[in-house]
Structures are given as C-alpha cells and as structure tokens.
C-alpha cells in the first residue's frame, strides 16, 4: 500500500532540524535520542523503544492506528523548594540539558555546582542519578529566566572562569533553538 509517507535525511547531526520540521508538521518526533526531552516540540516526543509497531484494527472497523505513549514538556510539574509543584518551564530545559552534561558541554563541566543543591525529600527513594537531575531541573524551574539561573550558577565558580563558562552555555543553549523553518 502506497501510505504517501514522506522521509527526510540529513548526513550530520540533525536534531534542531529534526525538531523544526516535527513543529512545521505538528506532529511528535519519533526517536530514543534523549536530546529531544530538550527541545521545544509542540507534538512531544514518542520514544521509539515504547512504541508497538505493529498496527492495531480501529474498534470502528474504519482504519488502524499505532499505539504509544507522548512525552510533552507542557504536561509536566516539578516539586518546588517551597512545597507543592510547579509546572515545568519547557524554555528551560536547554539550560538544564547544558548544566546536567550534554553533547557540547561535558557532565564535569558543572559537576561542582550541581554538588552544591540539595536533594528535595520527595526525592529520598529515587536513584542517585534520578535525584541528581530532577534536584537540578527543579532549581533551575525556580528561576524567572535563563539570565537568572545563570548569574546564580556562574557565582559558584572563580571569577576568571566565569566569561569561559558563560560562553560554553551560550553555544550550548543555541543548539536547542528550533526556529527555523522548513
């Protein structure tokens, strides 16, 4: 059966490109790429290893459908440091992305600063690494905007190290933007 489906390559890295055109055609980006918890994806993000791919009869008799789960960024709430929850600021993500490690900025980078945070309660029955992150994404959340969160965590380091750093998030941060178009 021809299904019109469309494919599209790139021959490098091809995240932010990958995003744009998800967005351009509202629909979720499929893929287990942990980069794509990060970007601004208007439809979310299907991980692949959570999908049946095998197409399921509608009850109706009138087509099939595939069945999975949807992350998206906008349905999210973090524990707050001032008791109960918040919702995620999804134009946050890049700056945590950046300061938990990625491909751009190494994990060691930030290491001593996120040793600084403390671990909320709610976090005590979780893994190490599982505490570790939602401690920093939920500090980051805490903050009004990236400049905010970045001053805070740029105190934290020799003053001669600061202009360094502050650049090496920048880069980083810019990976993450989507909005060009296709």
Request: overall charge neutral.
């Amino acid at each position: 059966h021809n299904r019109n489906i469309k494919i599209v390559v790139c021959e490098s890295e091809a995240d932010a490109e990958a995003a744009a055109l998800a967005n351009s055609l509202n629909c979720p980006v499929v893929s287990n790429d942990s980069d794509f918890f990060v970007f601004p994806l208007k439809a979310g993000l299907i991980l692949s290893y959570k999908c049946d791919f095998s197409p399921k009869q509608q009850r109706n008799g009138n087509g099939h459908y595939l069945s999975a789960q949807i992350f998206n960024q906008n349905y999210i709430s973090l524990p707050s440091s001032r008791g109960g929850s918040k919702p995620l600021k999804p134009t946050m993500m890049p700056l945590f992305a950046t300061i938990a490690g990625n491909d751009t900025v190494p994990q060691e980078t930030f290491e001593s600063f996120v040793k600084t945070l403390r671990f909320l309660p709610s976090f005590n029955m979780m893994r190490f690494q599982a505490k570790r992150l939602l401690t920093l994404l939920s500090w980051i959340n805490e903050h009004p905007n990236y400049e905010a969160a970045i001053e805070r965590i740029l105190t934290q380091f020799p003053a001669y190290q600061r202009e360094a750093l502050q650049n090496k998030i920048t880069l980083s941060i810019e990976q993450y933007d989507v909005s060009s178009t296709w």
